[in-house]
């Protein structure tokens, strides 16, 4: 764990000294609070409006009929976002990027077209769409493996640095820790708990995912043929 925490700050210290990196990194936060608006449906809520900020942050409007659905609710934003991590890095092992980055894009318009209302948040979803569009359509592989790169290691960045933000705010003040507030509300647990919950979490999913990229590419099965041997 030691390993995989350096290796982020390490990854979060270079990916700062790339130019308009800062951009990027509404893509968590997109993420995140498109668990919380999935789940909330899921559970027959009704998702009023999602808001992304020029800070990263984010926030979801939803009304629910149930209080105890606040907590599958709470849980999906911190869970989707590290898990969505790792599932790009998964997809990276496997010579998938133009499918992770046609998931993404998906995911950004569905975001535009049903949830995000506020001005900042549809103009950053516009604008990142279109990106992603000319990546996929007109850009040579080589670098549009290296826009997606990029997009997975500030997505994983940002999956663990932002839970790890709720153990400080949580210690400070626990009415300010966002989603682990929120649980703290309807469960026994208080905000500092989840706060450590949701960090764990994202650093299992975080070395899952640095052993898919530290382990390469994995060859297709179809690539795999049986190689008879013969002694002379």
Not at 117 to 128: D, S
Request: charged share 15%; proline share 4%.
């Amino acid at each position: 764990m030691i390993k995989t925490i350096l290796f982020l700050v390490v990854s979060a210290f270079l990916t700062h000294l790339i130019p308009f990196s800062d951009f990027f990194r509404n893509l968590d936060t997109t993420i995140h609070e498109f668990g919380h608006a999935v789940v909330t449906l899921l559970l027959s809520g009704n998702v009023m409006k999602i808001e992304l900020f020029a800070n990263h942050s984010g926030v979801t409007y939803s009304q629910v009929t149930s209080r105890w659905s606040l907590i599958p609710i709470a849980l999906a934003g911190y869970t989707t976002a590290s898990l969505f991590a790792l599932f790009l890095f998964k997809q990276r092992s496997r010579g998938r990027q133009r499918l992770g980055l046609q998931v993404i894009t998906v995911i950004a318009i569905l975001a535009l077209v049903f949830f995000v209302r506020n001005e900042f948040g549809v103009m950053w979803l516009l604008g990142f769409v279109i990106l992603n569009v000319l990546m996929l359509a007109f850009m040579p592989k080589w670098l549009m493996d290296i826009y997606y790169l990029l997009l997975a290691f500030l997505t994983l960045e940002e999956s663990v640095f932002g839970p790890f933000s709720l153990i400080l705010y949580a210690w400070d003040d626990p009415a300010k820790a966002g989603d682990a507030t929120n649980l703290s509300l309807v469960t026994p647990i208080p905000a500092i708990g989840w706060a450590l919950i949701f960090t764990l979490f994202s650093l299992w999913c975080a070395i899952r995912a640095i052993g898919h990229f530290v382990g390469g590419k994995k060859p297709s099965n179809r690539s795999q043929r049986y190689q008879p041997q013969y002694e002379e």
